[in-house]
């Protein structure tokens, strides 16, 4: 099986060493070229068709507008966004740019690991507090279900739909098993299920697919600075 190859995006040659030291040491990953603006990636991307392209979209050069560019174009590229902690809305903006994965520049090395593999695999990966930034910000996504995203349909039982929806709302395993009158036991089956079809590892994931769904609406929990 071939290993799979990455383009670095970054305008900072710091970013793109620490990337591909990280790279490196991971078995079955080769990056294949590094791009230090917009134009450039775009030219990478044409000469070697890589599997993953990880962009600082922020950094000097780039901009979501690059993201769209390369979701256009290469539908088939696998895109994980890494760049500085910021506000709800531009993470928003990216998501429906194209981006699979984010996460933080000052995550720590495992973490941007599991994020390439998730990568990857297919499977969306966010870290927690890219997650909770948007769900902390008050911020306007009602134009979000208009968006296609392309979502594959998922078989997710009425059962399954009501716990993801839930979930998504930020209630506890404890709250939605008193809400649907069930077990908390059935709860964390239902919630280990729905992982398993939507293909993600953590409520992130689930949370995720909800808001890209439109499962969630703009004035539910996951968009309002209140604690539940």
Do not use: W
């Amino acid at each position: 099986m071939s290993n799979k190859s990455i383009i670095i995006a970054d305008s900072s040659t710091v970013g793109r060493l620490g990337l591909n030291a990280i790279i490196n040491q991971m078995q079955g990953f080769d990056v294949v070229g590094e791009a230090e603006d917009s134009s450039e990636v775009l030219e990478l991307i044409a000469v070697n068709s890589p599997d993953i392209v990880i962009i600082d979209f922020l950094s000097d050069g780039f901009g979501i507008d690059t993201v769209v560019n390369i979701r256009r174009n290469n539908p088939k590229i696998l895109l994980l966004a890494i760049t500085p902690l910021q506000s709800g809305s531009t993470l928003i903006s990216a998501l429906r740019a194209g981006i699979d994965s984010y996460i933080k520049k000052s995550c720590d090395m495992p973490e941007v690991i599991d994020a390439i593999k998730s990568t990857a695999e297919g499977t969306s990966f966010y870290c927690g507090q890219i997650l909770e930034k948007i769900r902390k910000e008050s911020i306007d996504i009602s134009d979000l279900e208009v968006v296609d995203f392309s979502c594959e349909a998922v078989g997710l039982s009425r059962r399954e739909n009501e716990v993801l929806s839930l979930i998504s709302e930020g209630y506890t395993n404890t709250k939605i098993a008193k809400i649907l009158f069930i077990s908390s036991h059935t709860v964390t089956t239902h919630r280990k299920n729905i992982m398993f079809k939507l293909g993600v590892k953590n409520t992130a994931g689930i949370v995720m697919y909800a808001v890209k769904s439109g499962i969630v609406s703009p004035n539910k929990f996951l968009f309002h600075s209140d604690s539940h």
